[in-house]
């Protein structure tokens, strides 16, 4: 029987990382038409209207502005749309999430990750091990098992058994209550790809130490299901983030948020 090789995956998603063909990764693909009658998008900012670049006021009505430039549309709009996030712009994570605003403005479409951003991954993989469906927690539990009777390592069916064991475990996802206030839960949310890998295992005869790698993927961008979704379609920050993003006019490139945890686990035998 022999030992697995390291790194070895212990889990990964279905979802693959780098994945360009997922709605939520298109960009400029949308008209004006398809976005205001097919969409509902017809209105969109409190401050500009992005169709006629004319600034939206209580006065509009009875004098005409200067229409704007599509360049300074764009910037009234990604101010608005931090300003709108409230209180994602202020609270919790806000750097984390004005950042990937900022990112969404310059970056052209460029992979995005932050020591922050993996400082809150980590936690959030930590705080999940008061659950028993804790993925990290069930890959301890089973080395804890395993690992203390082995002196050979690992087996790949001792690995695919782990596997089996991750795919009903709970994987880690910014969704929860608190997610909705710190920022978290609008930059990240639903992590789009996960890949556990154990990197290092070494047994003797008082024990063990591992090494396990978490590394995560999300898109910073919206699809249509996203934006006809009722809990977001009029909330206007996500409207002004969909037309950014989507309209052929502006087509600001969404892009992934790359994160990764490191954890050591470790056990020693009885006696």
């Given at each position: ?8 995956t212990l889990y990964q998603t ?148 782990i596997t089996k064991a991750i ?47 978490f590394t995560g993927q999300d ?53």
């Amino acid at each position: 029987m022999s030992a697995i090789v390291f790194p070895a995956t212990l889990y990964q998603t279905k979802h693959q990382f780098n994945d360009h063909s997922s709605d939520d990764m298109q960009c400029g693909d949308l008209t004006e038409k398809q976005l205001r009658s097919d969409l509902g998008l017809d209105d969109v900012s409190n401050i500009v209207d992005p169709w006629t670049g004319e600034e939206v006021s209580i006065f509009s009505s009875f004098r005409k502005s200067q229409p704007k430039s599509k360049t300074e549309i764009a910037q009234i709009l990604f101010d608005e749309f931090l300003r709108s996030s409230l209180p994602t712009h202020y609270l919790g994570q806000h750097n984390l999430f004005n950042n990937l605003v900022k990112h969404f403005y310059h970056g052209n479409g460029k992979s995005y990750s932050s020591p922050f951003l993996d400082s809150a991954y980590k936690s959030l993989i930590l705080n999940e091990q008061s659950s028993p469906s804790s993925s990290l927690k069930i890959i301890q539990s089973f080395l804890d098992k395993v690992a203390i009777d082995v002196k050979n390592g690992l087996s790949d069916a001792d690995k695919n058994s782990i596997t089996k064991a991750i795919g009903n475990s709970i994987l880690p996802k910014f969704n929860r209550w608190a997610d909705s206030f710190n920022g978290l839960g609008m930059s990240i949310h639903d992590i789009y790809a996960t890949k556990i890998q154990l990197t290092k295992l070494d047994i003797t005869e008082s024990g063990y130490v591992a090494k396990v790698t978490f590394t995560g993927q999300d898109h910073f961008g919206l699809d249509k299901t996203d934006i006809m979704n009722m809990k977001f379609h009029y909330i206007r920050a996500f409207r002004i983030w969909f037309v950014l993003q989507r309209w052929e006019k502006f087509a600001f490139k969404p892009f992934f948020t790359n994160m990764k945890a490191e954890f050591e686990i470790s056990s020693r035998r009885n006696g």
